[in-house]
């Protein structure tokens, strides 16, 4: 979804689809667990989206100003799937640590949570000043 005027919008829509991928990925980790030579893989993405969003760790304040920061490079973010070497490799050939795959896997549902919930918020201050609530009287 390409909101067209907000970039905050684009960023959180961003956001949402790259957790959904990821929670993908790790699904599928868990899924083989117990498949012989199975190699656990990981999304990259984190670094780059900070990156497209102008921010390392911290939040960067968004303005609205044509000369302000724009987060329209969100959408050519391209995450890739790269095998995930840290975890140990058992006697089967299997990297999947189930416990480690489950514990990112509900980090990544609150992160997609958290997204949710900032879009539905970002819409409803919209609505509001649409609305007779947020006009000029």
Known sequence: MDSGFD????????????????????SSNIANAD????????????????????????LTPIGTDERHLSLSTTRGISPGV?????????LDGNTV???KELVKLSENQLLHEASTELL??????????????????
Do not use: C, H, W
């Open 120 to 137: 539905k918020k970002k819409l409803g201050m919209l609505k509001y000043s649409i609305s007779e609530g947020g006009g000029l009287k």
């Open 35 to 58: 498949t012989p030579e199975y190699k656990s893989q990981r999304l990259e993405f984190e670094q780059a989206f900070r990156e497209a969003i102008g921010t390392n760790e911290s």
């Open 7 to 26: 970039s905050t919008i684009d960023a959180l829509n961003t956001s949402m689809n790259l957790r959904l991928i990821n929670q993908n990925v790790i």
């Open 97 to 99: 640590n189930r416990s």
């Open 82 to 90: 790269v095998e995930d070497t840290t975890d140990v490799e058992k």
